[in-house]
């Protein structure tokens, strides 16, 4: 059994540590598989001496969101952070974010409550998103956390929703895959009635994050029976982006080193 922790979020993306500061805690909780998987950013990665001094196996992580559902979120690990195409989709991905910033300003707006973008103070090393503007709106005490500003104005169907204006799925198993990388369906447990396994294989999917906080003993061993029949193989993350997220918990999950199959050859 390993302590297994692929799916972590820095202030490169929606975290709140730098990448740094979530090395040595994902160390302090003994955690030995690691990856950091900024939403279509790998900046974190970049003039890191990531395999030194920290004792963790490490590979190399993105996720990037796709247009198909707010929800239908693919991880890529092993990828070559230098490939050129890579870095180029990320940047017009973090460009194509911002633009649906400004529309989420303006349908908050609408529904009065007006914030600007000069409030947010948008930088292009940032990859942004929903919870950016949650933040701000915890700061001018409009809501406490973010799990309130979905819940009342930013997530699927709520007054200032926009639908995310990522790659297609296709896409983004292209763009990890040309990168050296290998795609795993992230959360698969939140579209799980949206999918076909099947066509995601044959999209050229390596592999599901079968454990992940919110999936019940059930959803894990579907996960994981399916994953099997369609020769993908495993992973397990905790989608940590740090204190006062909701999403604190970094501790991996311990689990069989092998279900992680091929992938276990990408850690450094
Ligand atoms: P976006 O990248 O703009 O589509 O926003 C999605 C991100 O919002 C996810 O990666 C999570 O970090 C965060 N998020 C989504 N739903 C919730 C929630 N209910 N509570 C807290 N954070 C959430
Ligand atoms: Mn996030
Ligand atoms: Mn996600
Ligand atoms: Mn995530």
Not at 96 to 123: F, H, M, P, T, Y
Not at 134 to 145: E, G, H, T, V, Y
Request: avoid cysteine; aromatic fraction near 10%.
């Amino acid at each position: 059994m390993s302590s297994i922790n692929l799916h972590t979020h820095s202030v490169f993306s929606d975290g709140t540590l730098s990448p740094r500061d979530i090395l040595k805690k994902a160390r302090l909780a003994a955690v030995e598989f690691f990856s950091l998987t900024d939403h279509d950013s790998i900046d974190g990665w970049i003039n890191q001496e990531y395999s030194l001094g920290y004792g963790l196996k490490i590979a190399r992580g993105v996720e990037i969101n796709t247009s198909f559902h707010d929800n239908l979120h693919i991880l890529g690990y092993g990828i070559d952070t230098e490939n050129k195409n890579l870095r180029l989709k990320l940047t017009e991905y973090r460009s194509r974010r911002i633009q649906r910033v400004k529309k989420i300003v303006a349908a908050l707006k609408e529904i009065g409550i007006d914030i600007s973008l000069e409030d947010l103070s948008i930088k292009d090393s940032i990859s942004y998103g929903r919870p950016h503007i949650a933040d701000f709106l915890i700061k001018k005490k409009i809501i406490r956390n973010r799990k309130e500003a979905f819940q009342k104005y930013l997530g699927y169907e709520k007054p200032a929703y926009i639908p995310s204006i990522g790659p297609s799925i296709e896409e983004t198993i292209k763009v990890i895959k040309d990168a050296g990388g290998y795609a795993v369906l992230a959360h698969p447990g939140a579209v799980k009635n949206l999918i076909n396994m099947e066509e995601f294989k044959e999209m050229g999917l390596d592999g599901v994050e079968a454990f992940y906080p919110s999936h019940s003993g059930g959803t894990i061993r579907y996960f994981i029976e399916t994953a099997k029949k369609l020769s993908l193989f495993v992973t397990a993350g905790t989608d940590y982006h740090g204190m006062g997220s909701g999403r604190d918990s970094l501790s991996g999950f311990d689990i069989e080193e092998s279900l992680m199959g091929k992938l276990r050859e990408r850690f450094l």
